[in-house]
């Protein structure tokens, strides 16, 4: 079992969720529920809500993300958010290759890779989104598709630079659908990556790596997700939003 080669971590992506006065409010509920935790946990706020759970998890062992940064350091890209500014500000990770910034904002494997590489030379940690759609699945081509968005982002990316990077699988119909991957999907999709990566770098490389789930986690099925081979963790969209049923994913992957 290489398992426990590598660091568990729950992400929780609040999406477009949450002004500051009710972050504050959730981070209140959550912190003290997650405070035994023995795994890795971020929350993945709003960029309006960034300085307040700065401040709310500050003395904290759970680690604040963005969702997403540009590629350039600064400049005329109105409306968007550089690495620098993020890793200025404290930021310890961003969401790259969301799904939902590939289907809505036009992001491509190429600017999803620009945007890697950026959020590493600003010193920050990467939570990388891979995932097929269900047309994809269906037409059978989920390792070619998964493979080639691993590979794309992670060029140019060295070996000690992907320590810095969890790669979260998350198929694109499982999310906000309520369609969980069976555990055994997960893994299996989740097994492939690692071998991509593997392939890419080396075997000991793959094996340190954490690659997430994501995709309708919640306190119900976290438990046999996370129970399998090559699923380090998750990556939580809905159940974020309400802490007892984040705090019961944390849970799971404490083996709690
Ligand atoms: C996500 O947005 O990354 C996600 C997995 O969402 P949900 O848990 O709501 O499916």
Redesign the pocket.
Known sequence: MNKNLRRAVIAG?W?MNKNRAEAKALLAELLPMVKEADCGVIVCVPFTDLETALEATRGTSVAVGAQNCHWEKSGAFTGEISAQMLAEMGIQYVIIG?S?RRQYFGETDETVGRRVRAALDAGLQVIL?VGETLSQREQGITGEVVGLQTKVALQGVSAEELQKIII?Y?PVW????GRTATSAQANEVNHLIREVVAGLYSKADADALTIQY????NAKNAAELLGQEDVDGG?????SLKAPDFTAIVNAASGK
């Open positions: 992506n999406k969301h939902e989104c979260a998350e499982a999310i906000g659908t994501g995709g309708s986690m990556l939580i969209g809905g159940a």
